[in-house]
């Protein structure tokens, strides 16, 4: 494949694709200028295997474990000092600052939980993937998927508990970006 | 399906909807791509050769893959460009800025600094600039001296990398040490250290020490230190989920307190770690930025779609923004010429702003900026 081919597909990818990998970085280390390093790194690399990767699925699914397998390692947050501009989860209304304070006090949880355990909970419950594809992502069994999602969902219960905060019985279930 | 896990749903798409824009993730990464495999071939030859690399100011260290540094002549850009979308404005920020490895002064004059890895941040500071760059690849942060005639030597490198507010000393962190010295010309002197572990480094100068975070949880800072070396004192801060802000002019600390019902903002008081006072003030959150003026007066406080101005001198009483932004963030902002500042939007544009609000200035570089501070 030409140099100039493989750019323009990887181009195209990058156009299409980057948005969604970026949200992704962005749940697994809670911090958006270190999910751009992250994404960054992530497509590098993808870019460097571009030649034997093949189809457009195997790219993004490669491109998603090289992210996951980062951001896992990517333990570092940086001092807010240093971070210029984050966005917040969300900005309600009036008569959701109850929600919003309970879905705050999620968030803060699941940013200080164990990275694997994080990335399990990102994979299962923002990218919607089964047990199986979660293990294959994260290069583990589907028996330690299970184990690390229950750990993770009791220490968030336990943290909330002590806080006082139950999710809301009405939780909404918010779209997904695109 | 229960009902914390549909609240996590619920949280995670919360969290990402206002995703930033990428800025050309495809051309950095080719880039990347090129660097690292540029780098392979080099350490493929290296095998057979070795390098002598002389000193002198002329010739800087190997970093990254880039070649030595010689003196980088100074250019001048453009005046003005039209942008992609049809806007005309000025190719040159109000202020001096970093920009792709660059740095633009306000009459258009640019010192590339092409040679050195990416940088991160920059200062001004006499007739000198202190760049800091960051290699992610080796997750290595070094601080340079850069002339006005774009000759760059290397001061120090670590893990994590902080610089006084007046540029006269620098601390960074090393595998096992964190170390403060004195920057004397192009060197460091002076130099004193204190028993560290991986990701621990110093985070800023604050009243006579240096801000230290390390991890005890293992996913990021959430414990702060105070060292003071001159004193040969170190205070262990607790451990808190608060965030810390930064330095406050008068010496303080400003921290977040986001374990209350709403985020508030504290002073802290750096020496016993004590709380000073408290302001609940709108619109912060534990990612906020804040800014206080060199001059103690006001505070900018930096949200994800908003920047709030606050006057210090009545906030802790009466926490309402004196001035308030809303239609656009900042990716960075400084203090210039006592109480105006300059603030980055993300896409490259620069405005020059009264505390009064009027905009002195605007400019862009058509690339994502830092705006340098003068450090005195």
């Not at chain 2, 760059?152 to 902080?162: F, N, T």
């Not at chain 2, 096992?176 to 010295?181: H, I, L, P, R, T």
């Amino acid at each position: 494949m030409a140099d100039g081919s493989v750019e323009a597909e990887f181009r195209q990818f990058v156009a299409a694709r980057s948005g969604a990998l970026l949200r992704t970085a962005y749940l697994l280390v809670g911090d958006w200028s270190h999910a751009e390093d992250v994404l960054q790194t992530a497509l590098t690399k993808t870019y460097l295997a571009w030649r034997r990767l093949g189809e457009i699925e195997a790219v993004e699914a490669y491109a998603r474990k090289v992210l996951v397998t980062t951001a896992t390692s990517w333990w570092r947050r940086r001092w807010h000092g240093e971070r210029p501009t984050l966005v917040l989860p969300d900005r309600a209304g009036p008569d959701r600052i109850s929600e919003q304070i309970e879905r705050q006090a999620l968030w803060r949880h699941v940013r200080v939980l164990p990275p694997r355990q994080r990335a399990v909970l990102v994979l299962r419950f923002y990218e919607d993937l089964t047990e199986a594809a979660t293990a294959r992502v994260l290069g583990v069994s589907v028996g330690t998927v299970k184990s690390q999602c229950a750990r993770a969902l009791s220490t968030l219960r336990t943290r909330l508990a002590q806080e006082g905060v139950e999710p809301a019985a009405s939780a909404t279930v918010m779209e997904k970006g695109a | 399906m229960g009902q914390l896990e549909d609240e996590l749903r619920a949280t995670f798409a919360a969290a990402v909807r206002a995703t930033p824009a990428l800025e050309n993730a495809a051309g950095r990464s080719i880039t990347r791509a090129a660097e690292v495999r540029r780098r392979r071939t080099a350490s493929a030859a290296i095998v057979a050769m070795i390098a002598l690399v002389v000193g002198g100011a002329a010739a800087v260290a190997v970093r990254d893959g880039a070649p030595g540094k010689g003196p980088a002549s100074t250019t001048t850009r453009p005046m003005s460009t039209t942008f992609a979308n049809g806007l005309n404005t000025a190719a040159v920020p109000p202020v001096t800025v970093l920009s792709a490895n660059e740095i633009i002064l306000p009459d258009g004059q640019t010192v590339s600094l092409a040679t050195l890895p990416p940088a991160r941040r920059a200062y001004r500071t006499g007739q000198v600039w202190l760049v800091e760059t960051w290699i992610s690849q080796t997750r290595v942060f070094a601080l340079w001296r850069v002339t006005m005639t774009g000759e760059a030597r290397q001061l120090v490198e670590g893990r994590r990398i902080a610089v006084s507010s007046d540029g006269s000393q620098v601390a960074w962190s090393l595998d096992d040490s964190v170390q403060v010295g004195r920057i004397t010309g192009d060197t460091v002197t002076a130099v004193k250290q204190t028993p560290g572990t991986a990701g621990f480094g110093p985070l800023a100068f604050v009243a006579g020490g240096v801000l230290l975070g390390r991890t005890q949880t293992g996913v990021g800072i959430d414990t702060y230190d105070m060292w003071f070396p001159s004193r040969g004192v170190y205070t262990v801060g607790p451990r808190r989920n608060e965030t810390t802000f930064g330095p406050n002019a008068d010496g303080t600390l400003l921290y977040g307190l986001d374990d209350s019902a709403v985020p508030c903002l504290a002073e802290i008081d750096p020496e016993k770690f004590r709380t000073v006072r408290t302001a609940c003030v709108p619109g912060i959150t534990s990612e906020s930025t804040v800014y206080p003026s060199p001059d103690g007066h006001w505070l900018l406080i930096v949200g994800s779609d908003r920047v709030d101005l606050y006057d210090l001198t009545t906030m802790w009483t009466r926490p309402e923004p004196a001035r308030s932004w809303t239609d656009g963030t900042a990716t960075s902002v400084v203090w210039v010429e006592g109480q105006t500042f300059a603030a980055a939007a993300p896409s490259g544009l620069v405005t020059k702003v009264a505390p009064n609000g009027v905009q002195l200035g605007f400019g862009a570089t058509g690339s994502p900026v830092f705006v340098i501070p003068r450090l005195s």
